[in-house]
């Protein structure tokens, strides 16, 4: 199936489903629908992220989360969650220590009009990623990230930068 014909639910201001349709036109249209995220950190606290790749429809070339990607019609955050780290970094999702949540931010212009579940877990590596959706990653210092958001935001993807500063800390 092609991307833009994948289905996803839409939900309403509260999140809770009211319909699905293509990818492509809830993009078009500006509904409201959900992805995940995902923080992976290594042992000494250092943060992976992905360089979105080139030929992605939103932010192409952006570095963001290290793993997010749309829940599918019918599905739950965590299952989507879980589907989506083997897909995009090319490790069991099961590999992955200390797994969870680790926060909930409503649909907004910043994240595309999506609700996500942010999650974290702690993996050294290696990676495999897919090139169709990664064009690189790269470890970085929280203070380091802090540091560059704010001299070269235009680098990063603006969901990444609104869940950085909303984050629990």
């Known amino acids: 199936m092609n991307s833009a014909d994948e289905p996803f639910d839409i939900v309403d201001a509260s999140d809770r489903v009211i319909g699905s349709a293509p990818r492509s ?75 969870g949540r680790l926060g909930y931010f409503p649909a907004c212009r910043e994240t595309d009009q999506e609700f996500v579940w942010l999650y974290r877990a702690v993996h050294p590596g290696p990676f495999q990623p897919d090139p169709a959706e990664v064009a690189g990653l790269e470890w970085f210092d929280p203070q380091q990230l802090d540091l560059r958001i704010q001299k070269e935001a235009g680098e990063f993807s603006s969901c990444l930068i609104h869940l950085w500063k909303g984050r629990p800390k």
């Open 25 to 99: 036109q809830i993009h078009a249209r500006g509904l409201l629908h959900r992805a995940v995220h995902l923080w992976l950190h290594d042992p000494a606290g250092r943060i992976l992220l992905q360089r979105r790749s080139l030929s992605k429809d939103r932010e192409p070339g952006k570095w963001t989360s290290s793993v997010s990607g749309h829940v599918n019609a019918g599905e739950q955050y965590d299952a989507a969650m879980l589907r989506e780290i083997p897909e995009e970094i090319g490790i069991p999702a099961g590999s992955c220590r200390d797994f």
